[in-house]
């Protein structure tokens, strides 16, 4: 099992700046896919943005050019730097890990982007 903690949330303004990080932790031996995805109040889960165990990165066209994924695979973690954040960015964001055969989600941070 692998357990994952994600953090950095919060009330920004638009055009602030947030960063946010997920650690995972447990039996862990191999993790490959590390990403970022949100979920607004009625809206399926979507894809943010995730980076493959050798760093090659993958965004949603919305954020392109504003957030940036990266991982530090000694600490096991993934962060996501929201830059020039929009309302339209309001969101619970969840982490997703893919861990041998099987992926595992983290619990979700809100991200609330208003003047």
């Known amino acids: 099992q692998v357990q994952l903690v994600e953090s950095g949330g919060g009330l920004v303004q638009p055009g602030g700046s947030l960063r946010l990080s997920c650690v995972a932790s447990?039996?862990?031996?191999?993790?490959?896919?590390m990403g970022w995805y949100s979920q607004a109040p009625g809206k399926q889960r979507e894809l943010v943005a995730d980076i493959t165990s050798g760093g090659s990165t993958n965004y949603a066209d919305s954020v392109k050019g504003r957030f940036t994924i990266s991982r530090d695979n000694a600490k096991n973690t993934v962060y996501l730097q929201m830059n020039s954040l929009k309302p339209e960015d309001t969101s619970v964001y969840y982490c997703?890990?893919?861990?041998?055969?099987?992926?595992?989600w983290g619990r979700g941070t809100q991200v609330t982007v208003s003047s």
């Open positions: 997703k890990v893919v861990h041998g055969r099987q992926y595992f």
């Open positions: 447990g039996n862990i031996f191999r993790i490959e896919t």
